[in-house]
């Protein structure tokens, strides 16, 4: 490698260290390898797929658009030309005539089409020995590698993959931040919330009361209720012992709603659905979404004056759990709200990314009607 070359790679790693954007760390590499050879070679840098199965184009910049696009996405495996081959068996795959190389068979009409004659490509590991991509060489004309040719694209390899896990680790740690402060805020918007219900809580019950002791026995109740509710939205726990056995659905909801449910002259809420048993994973959003939307309509819905009523209902089929929510008798609604506030946005992050399920609201002037439909497969255990 010559003194330029480690000069150029001396500046690369310095970009790595101070986090530059991936995808223009990889083209330079890319163009940093193909420029001493004036235009005989091109390189490319592959990445591994998250299932591991498949290779996805990360920078080519100098090899045909109709070539990158025909190769982006290939399945890893034996025979699938240089790269596919060198990610499946971890090793350097080395073919010095794609015309005349069984790696190719399946490739090579591609290859031809495009000038390309060779492929040299080793795979990219991390420091524990996973692959994460391959980086590659190709030739307009037939060519054996050099000693020196492997030494430099195994080096050229090696920076790749620095640059790949800074990347990663940046990710993991933007992740572990997002994570962080969306706990804070739901943190803070269930302390909000507490104060909230509670006030709501002895309003309602003030209504029905005929006495001071009636009204304390009717909060202490509702209380305590809410404390069952909340004990299911914690992450995998109910009081100090770990779920192992699944949820009841019917108890799940009528744990979440017992708090509102005054009987003085009808329920003001009713269910309707055959029981299921939940997966001690899915209780938790599940859970998470009744509340948001019980505790919403404590606030502003159905159940923050006297004779609102709230109808649940949910229907299994063989492939979703379809579960609606309709609320009746409180104040009108106008139109939707201008913006989603937290406890929205939350039920719908839990559905749609913990549970991989839709929900969809309709603001209706009678009253708010959510739909949530969810997989299965995502909440029994069958």
């Known amino acids: 490698m010559t003194s330029a070359l ?5 500046n690369i790693l310095s970009r790595i260290a101070i986090g530059g954007p991936l995808e223009e760390v990889l083209r330079d590499i890319v163009l940093l390898v193909e420029k001493p050879s004036n235009g005989e070679m091109l390189a490319s840098i592959l990445f591994l797929s998250d299932d591991g199965k498949h290779l996805r184009e990360a920078a080519a910049p100098s090899l045909p658009d109709e070539y990158n696009a025909a190769i982006d996405g290939i399945a890893i495996g034996m025979g699938v030309g240089s790269c596919g081959t060198a990610a499946f068996t971890g090793q350097p795959v080395f073919v010095s005539d ?3 190389d069984p790696l190719w068979k399946d490739f090579r009409d591609l290859a031809l089409a495009h000038g390309l004659r060779a492929c040299w490509s080793v795979p990219i590991r991390s420091v524990d020995g996973r692959v994460l991509g391959t980086f590659a060489n190709y030739y307009r004309e037939p060519k054996e590698p050099t000693e020196r040719d492997t030494e430099v694209i195994s080096m050229v390899a090696q920076t790749t993959a620095i640059a790949i896990e800074r990347h990663r680790r940046e990710l993991d740690r933007q992740r ?5 402060m969306l706990l804070v805020r739901e943190l803070n918007h269930r302390v909000k919330n507490i104060f909230a219900l509670a006030n709501s809580l002895v309003v309602m019950s003030a209504r029905s009361a005929n ?5 304390s026995r009717a909060v202490q109740g509702r209380l305590s209720a809410l404390s069952r509710a909340h004990e299911l939205v914690q992450p995998g726990y109910a009081g ?3 779920q192992s056995s699944d949820v009841p659905l019917r108890t799940m909801f009528a744990d979440i709603l017992a708090p509102y449910r005054i009987s003085h002259v009808e329920d003001r809420v009713t269910m309707t659905g055959a029981d299921v048993g939940i997966a001690p994973d899915a209780v938790t959003s599940l859970a998470l ?15 923050c004056g006297e004779h609102g009523t709230i109808d649940l209902s949910w229907t299994l089929t063989d492939t979703t759990l379809d579960i609606v ?4 008798g409180g104040p009108p609604v106008a139109a939707p709200p201008e913006r989603s506030g937290f406890g929205t946005t939350l039920a719908r992050r839990s559905v749609e990314s913990q549970l991989g399920g ?6 209706a002037p009678e009253g708010l009607r959510v739909a949530i439909s969810l997989p299965r497969a995502t909440l029994l255990r069958e």
Do not use: Q
């Not at 009744?290 to 159940?303: C, M, P, W």
């Not at 839709?358 to 603001?363: C, L, M, R, Y």
């Open 240 to 242: 100090d012992d770990m």
């Open 6 to 10: 480690l000069e150029a790679e001396r």
């Open 289 to 303: 979404v009744l509340h948001e939307l019980a505790t919403n309509a404590a606030k502003y819905g159905a159940l």
């Open 98 to 100: 794609i015309a005349n």
């Open 211 to 215: 006495s001071a002791d009636e009204l």
């Open 325 to 328: 929510w309709r609320e009746r």
């Open 176 to 180: 572990s931040e997002e994570k962080h």
């Open 358 to 363: 839709k929900i969809a609201h309709d603001w």
